[in-house]
């Protein structure tokens, strides 16, 4: 159970809970707070979220925030947007008197940072529904604050503090995360942290004048976003309007006038902006224009803006108010660049269409179109093919996210819709090229080899619906999945019609070379971490026992469980797939087996390795054979030093760990991912083996040698 504690928070005791929350009579401003309080503690909740998918540059995660009801009839909390995310999320608020109700997110804007959850009220039985008016125009400097919400966690903190700056640039949270623009903010020195996004910033009427969004790590400062587009945005959702966003997806930002003369702006043109606004301080300049929008090659970084739609004193309230009345239609713009006055005419887009409100998931991995945001982090144009999680698929082409997908199969992917069309069109097995970039390095375009993967993971498009605040998914399946659309059958595999030339090794002798056939190397990869596993891809050697039915031994740190991709690597040229048929549960070894029919020319490069009826004693000499990563062969003759037992720590979290062991000592071994050693008479007699392993190092696997009667 949650710590309670005492706050004076000016709740009435009438709520049902355990803590008293009554407050007691004063004079004076002390008074009109509490009472103030009492009334708006009750409209604030604790808002526990879930984010299921990754999205955005957001991982899935699990967080605490504050929200607080202002529309109690309709059950409509306001909170950051940051809170209510762009993915899709599982959330639900608790009461002051810990009652709960879920949440369902009914608004994100697309820029600034707040959105709306909705709940039923009729599911709230105990608590007294309250709501908090919002109050834009009340926001001044010196204004007395209080910052009510789940600071830290603590469900209830009330933060005090004093408006010191309306014009404060939007806080930046980092390179690739979400940042607000085109806005200032408010600050005041409140000591705010994480938990209380979302928190009204109410007056001592028992007013939101702003609404808490973010502070420093290392000061006392808050920063919290104006209420004015909010308002807007609150009435339309009332009134059951779409709400109209527009974008010329340009940034601007606020700068001083002694910069703005720098920049060009000449004398007679200030005089006349500050005669005409006393109080401005500044004028906006251009700071980025988005590749591929409205503005580009119409505006430049360093543009001062004189006038917009024919009006001089543009603010960012003036402007977003303009471009959100007037979607598809155009704004003239007039800039002052160098010495030189320029007048453009500028179409202002839909902003909603360039938001993101479908994600595809193929493999284990979301992709969905770039973001406004993440197009401005990264200066590219909006609606590429943005990787939001690598997953299993992408993962296994060693693909890291973000990075955006520029084409599959020799096909361009400039949106998502291209992307989800040809993937769709492969069926499962099907391997192909890939190529892409990463966000950090985007002038170098990257290739890799993806294999469809429909076994696993489901392809779905799934897509949000702001009217029931879930987002639904529609399956793509493409082609008919069917049992024999395993991994083993690729599609766009042929049958060899030659044999790959045989490994060898200089001066090595016969047996040592006819060895060399039973040698191959196994992949394995892990679509779900289960069993307590250490990775989901392991590499290792496998030896052929049996080269007719395609059965091949390899040690359990290679392939830890039955749930997983296996690929076989013969003579360093052909691979093949597998499928798991035996795991033992004591000794570190399992057998994978391959379709041999599969092979063609290549199966008569395979032979089955001959297993000596005699194990090898101390003092006795073998060759040994084995392969390094690269393929390299690497034997030498090795004389047996000592018959160990082997043991080995428990591993946290538990897993599979080998026991009742013996293994063997040489006096001499080269380093390489596996081999075999083999008698006078080629037979093998012990095998170097991978064990898993722990230790405080984080060394996860050992090797060593066991002899061929375990």
Same mark, same amino acid.
């Given at each position: ?148 919400? $789940? ?101 601007? @930002? ?71 009345? @007037? ?22 887009? $839909? ?278 990563? $690269? ?80």
């Amino acid at each position: 159970m949650d710590d309670q504690q005492d706050v004076k928070s000016g709740c009435s005791a009438s709520t049902a809970s355990s803590v008293d929350y009554s407050v007691e009579a004063s004079t004076g401003e002390s008074k009109r707070w509490l009472q103030s309080l009492e009334k708006c503690i009750r409209a604030i909740v604790s808002v526990r979220l879930l984010s299921v998918r990754a999205f955005d540059g957001n991982g899935a995660s699990f967080s605490v925030a504050t929200g607080f009801v202002v529309d109690k009839k309709r059950g409509l909390i306001l909170t950051n947007r940051h809170v209510v995310t762009p993915g899709p999320v599982v959330a639900d608020a608790i009461f002051l008197n810990k009652e709960e109700v879920d949440l369902v997110p009914v608004y994100r804007d697309p820029v600034h940072d707040f959105g709306f959850f909705r709940f039923d009220p009729s599911k709230v039985k105990f608590a007294e529904l309250h709501e908090i008016p919002l109050r834009p125009d009340a926001a001044k400097v010196g204004a007395e604050i209080r910052v009510v919400g $789940n600071d830290a966690g603590e469900k209830l903190s009330i933060l005090p503090g004093i408006l010191a700056k309306l014009d404060r640039d939007a806080p930046s949270y980092g390179l690739s995360s979400y940042n607000d623009f085109n806005t200032f903010y408010f600050a005041a020195a409140s000591s705010t942290s994480g938990g209380s996004s979302g928190s009204p910033v109410l007056n001592i009427d028992g007013c939101a004048i702003a609404l808490n969004a973010g502070g420093a790590k290392k000061a006392a400062s808050s920063f919290y976003l104006p209420l004015n587009r909010v308002v807007r945005v609150l009435e339309l959702i009332q009134q059951g309007q779409q709400v109209s966003r527009g974008t010329i997806q340009t940034i601007f @930002r606020h700068t001083a006038f002694d910069e703005v003369r720098r920049l060009g702006l000449s004398g007679e043109t200030e005089a006349l902006v500050r005669q005409q606004f006393p109080q401005e301080t500044g004028m906006l300049v251009v700071d980025q224009v988005i590749q591929g929008g409205p503005a580009h090659d119409q505006l430049c970084t360093g543009d001062v803006l004189i006038k917009f739609a024919g009006k001089y004193g543009a603010t960012f309230l003036t402007i977003e108010e303009f471009l959100d009345s @007037r979607v598809a239609d155009t704004v003239e713009v007039q800039i002052q660049r160098g010495d030189d006055q320029y007048t453009v005419t500028l179409c202002v887009q $839909n902003l909603h269409l360039i938001t993101p409100d479908k994600y595809l998931e193929i493999g284990g991995g979301i992709v969905h179109a770039l973001s406004y945001h993440q197009a401005r982090n990264a200066s590219l144009p909006v609606g590429g093919v943005y990787l939001a999680q690598a997953g299993y698929m992408f993962m296994k082409a060693h693909l890291a996210q973000p990075c955006i997908i520029t084409s599959v199969a020799g096909q361009p992917t400039p949106t998502l819709d291209d992307f989800v069309r040809v993937m769709a069109s492969l069926p499962n097995g099907f391997r192909t090229v890939l190529r892409y970039f990463m966000i950090c390095d985007r002038h170098r375009v990257r290739t890799a080899f993806i294999m469809m993967d429909r076994l696993w993971f489901p392809m779905q498009l799934c897509t949000r619906n702001d009217q029931d605040g879930l987002w639904h998914a529609e399956s793509h399946v493409g082609d008919t999945l069917t049992g024999d659309d395993a991994p083993r059958h690729l599609a766009n595999t042929e049958h060899p019609t030659f044999a790959p030339a045989p490994l060898s090794f200089p001066g090595g002798n016969a047996l040592g070379k006819k060895t060399l056939r039973s040698l191959v190397m196994v992949s394995f990869d892990i679509p779900y971490m289960i069993d307590g596993i250490s990775s989901s891809s392991y590499h290792g050697m496998g030896v052929v026992v049996d080269a007719d039915q395609g059965f091949v031994l390899v040690d359990q740190n290679t392939v830890p469980i039955a749930l997983g991709d296996v690929l076989i690597t013969i003579a360093a040229t052909f691979e093949v797939p597998a499928k798991v048929v035996f795991v033992h549960p004591i000794h570190n070894y399992s057998i994978v087996q391959y379709d041999p029919k599969s092979l063609g020319a290549v199966a008569s490069h395979i032979e089955s390795v001959v297993l000596a009826e005699k194990v090898l004693e101390v003092g006795e000499t073998a060759d040994y054979v084995g392969l390094s990563s $690269n393929w390299t062969v690497v034997t030498m003759r090795s004389v047996v030093t000592k018959l160990d037992r082997l043991a080995l720590r428990d591993f946290q979290p538990p897993r599979y760990k080998a026991c009742n062991v013996e293994v063997l000592h040489f006096d001499r071994i080269t380093k390489s991912v596996g081999g075999v050693f083999i008698n006078d008479a080629g037979a093998v007699n012990a095998l170097w083996l991978s064990f898993s392993y722990q230790d405080n190092a984080g060394r996860k696997g050992l090797t060593r040698v066991a002899p061929i009667d375990f």
